[in-house]
């Protein structure tokens, strides 16, 4: 049983969802944008300090817990399936990830659907990462260990990161954390009907954004969709899903698929919350317990 802030906050998204529908003389990914502004509602915190961050021109900022390490850096992938999300919709969720992490956290604005198709969102990933791994806040340093962490498509996109690197050999990452992770852009989970709720927008949601990512390509790519990857030699990954939304069984095949080669996947299901609770600390004490043991994951390695 959620909570009892809960029901306020999927009021919340019943309201942005509406305002989606409403704005059918707009473009979805205009109207995703906007939305996406309003998501989530953690406050800004003053313990963390924000610094500008140029990883090879792309938009992005430093957010450094006042107990932050920075030899341990971690890059936050934003979701917004693709089209929608950025620093100003994220700084403030960012924060509350920086305090649980003690990382120096970077978190970027990749390229967005559809002005800019699959791959450009994981190219600026790769790029980000890889950058990140030699430069620190204060200046060109290597990283004593380097993580990555995405909500929804930012999970599906941190994880297909992990794939590129090891597929470029360009390096590794020491461990991955997914929040709501995105994994499958053919949306065939059953979770995907199983779980859909008409007031939120349902299947149409996901199946809408993957049409204008992937431009017409197909959507069993393993860099689109890591689900179809082969996910040998993976680093550590810690999942967290919630069992009523439309996106439980991305991480839920995705824990199952690694875990049979060998995989170290931490699967923790939530019952009963929104997609990406996670982004409504303090609000939803749910929200402040997952980061906490996201945070457990990462201080382990």
Sequence with gaps: MPSSAHEAV??????????????????????????MEQYFTAPALSRVRVLPAAPAGLRAEWLLDRDADC??????????????????????????????VRCAVLLIEYRLAPEHPFPAALE???????????????????????????????????????????????????GAVTFSAWTDLTNSGASMIENADPRLGGKAVPECF?????????????????LFANLEGMPPIFMQA????????????????????????????WPDLVHVWQGFAPQLPEAIEALRRAGEFIAAI
């Design 10 to 35: 999927l009021q919340h998204l019943i309201e942005l969802g509406r305002r989606m529908a409403a704005s059918s003389d707009i473009a979805p990914h205009v109207a995703a944008r906007a939305a």
């Design 71 to 100: 030899g341990r850096r971690l890059l936050f992938i934003h979701g917004g399936g693709y089209v929608a999300g950025g620093i100003t919709a994220y700084r403030n969720f960012t924060m509350w990830v920086a305090q649980a």
């Design 124 to 174: 600026d990933a790769v790029t980000a990462f890889r950058w990140m791994c030699e430069h620190g806040p204060e200046g060109r340093a290597p990283a004593r260990r380097a993580f990555l962490l995405g909500d929804s498509a930012g999970g599906g996109l941190a994880l297909a990161t992990l794939l590129a690197l090891r597929e470029r050999k360009a390096g590794r990452a020491d």
């Design 210 to 226: 993957a049409g204008l990512y992937l431009e017409g390509q197909d959507a069993r790519q393993p860099l689109a969709s890591p």
């Design 242 to 269: 919630s069992a009523a939304e439309l996106l439980l069984d991305d991480s839920v095949r995705f824990a199952t698929k690694a875990r049979a080669v060998g995989g170290e996947v931490h699967l923790d299901i």
